[in-house]
Nanobody, 117 residues
């Protein structure tokens, strides 16, 4: 299984970016996909997750500003980031996991989001 993330870049405070992540390989149809971020000197933390059935969870810090969505047929997940703040600056990683006979978990390579004027 491979995950390919894209869409990061430099944006001014208040601006928007859209991240995309495409998963390929042998993937269980019922799964969770999501985004995590890691700022310099900090641990990786949850941004948002979405299940195959559409259940969504957001970190408090992004609720109302970020929107996660998923295309189950394509095994792709997206993160629309609006009203970006300097503190959103981080490497963003997409994540895919499912439970078959055990938990399987995969990570993308990360895409850098820099919010700066």
């Amino acid at each position: 299984v491979q995950l390919q993330a894209s869409g990061g870049g430099l944006v001014q405070p208040g601006g928007s970016l859209r991240l995309s992540c495409a998963a390929s390989g042998s993937i269980l149809s019922i799964n969770y996909m999501g985004w995590y971020c890691q700022a310099p000197g900090k641990q990786r933390e949850l941004v948002a997750t979405i299940t195959t059935s559409g259940d969504i969870s957001y970190a408090d810090s992004v609720t109302g500003r970020f929107t996660i969505s998923k295309d189950n047929a394509k095994n792709e997940v997206y993160l629309q980031m609006n009203r970006l703040k300097a503190e959103d600056t981080a490497v963003y990683y997409c994540n895919l996991r499912w439970f078959g006979i055990r938990w399987e978990e995969y990570w993308g390579q990360g895409t850098l989001v820099t919010v700066s004027s």
